[in-house]
């Protein structure tokens, strides 16, 4: 026999698992397969639950004060008072479930309908537009050989302006050979002025010394 204390907590713990399991049915989505398994669950529970207050019953008419006897047994009607507005929440939740997913089953049927129109509308517009776009794709081919033919001459353009940019860079390559022609020419007679005008200075220097000597000879022959 399952003990006092323990029957109390399996029977508190059923309970509890019932009303979660109750409102999982309410909060269902479907579809009917997942709905029943749920209520299998609920059952199951509802059949564990009442085998807890029958054995409760059991032992609260085995026992041997009166007082004692008397509250087990208040305490099982309370019980089973419980146990039946936990079926009845549960037949609730099942038919607002059964309604959503009817209502759900009914939109997805209006939804198929208005899909198969709008297919249908689309296929009509489809054919629209495909002509509408050989239309475009010819204008576009048009356009296309147009840029084609511009851009070839743009190429030719381009061809024509390389060249004159390599001829136009051989031209300065050609120029700057001849300034650095030029600077290597200036550096040398900056060069050779400086040596001629030493050469000057040293000639000077030597004509004033010798002109100096013969005035020494003549003015002062005794020194």
């Known amino acids: 026999a399952v003990p006092l204390r323990v029957c109390h907590q399996e029977i508190v713990k059923f309970d509890l698992e019932i009303k979660a399991a109750v409102q999982d049915i309410r909060d269902c989505p479907g579809p009917l397969s997942a709905l029943t398994e749920l209520n299998a669950a ?21 026992q041997d004060k009166e007082s004692e006897k008397q509250a087990l047994l208040r305490e099982v009607e309370n019980h089973k008072k419980q146990m039946l507005s936990n079926q009845a929440a549960w037949r609730k939740a099942n038919l607002a479930c059964k309604i959503a997913i009817d209502n759900s089953e009914k939109d997805q049927l209006l939804q198929g309908r208005d899909i198969l ?20 794709l010819m204008s576009i081919s048009r356009m296309m ?10 190429v030719q353009t381009l061809a024509n302006s390389s060249r004159t940019i390599l001829e136009a860079n051989e031209e300065f390559k050609s120029m700057s050979g001849t300034i650095q022609l030029g600077r290597k020419l200036i550096t040398k007679y900056n060069r050779r ?15 004033l010394a010798t002109v100096l000597y013969i005035l020494k000879k003549r003015l002062f022959p005794f020194l």
Not at 117 to 136: P, V, Y
């Open 42 to 62: 609920v059952k199951e529970k509802f059949r564990h639950l009442r085998g807890r207050i029958q054995d409760l019953e059991e032992m609260a008419k085995e």
């Open 117 to 136: 129109r709008q297919r249908k509308t689309t296929k009509e517009s489809l054919a629209e537009s495909a002509s509408n776009i050989t239309e475009s």
């Open 145 to 154: 050989s147009q840029q084609v033919q511009q851009s070839e001459e743009t």
């Open 193 to 207: 002025e400086l040596t001629d005008k030493l050469l000057i200075f040293l000639a000077l220097a030597l004509f």
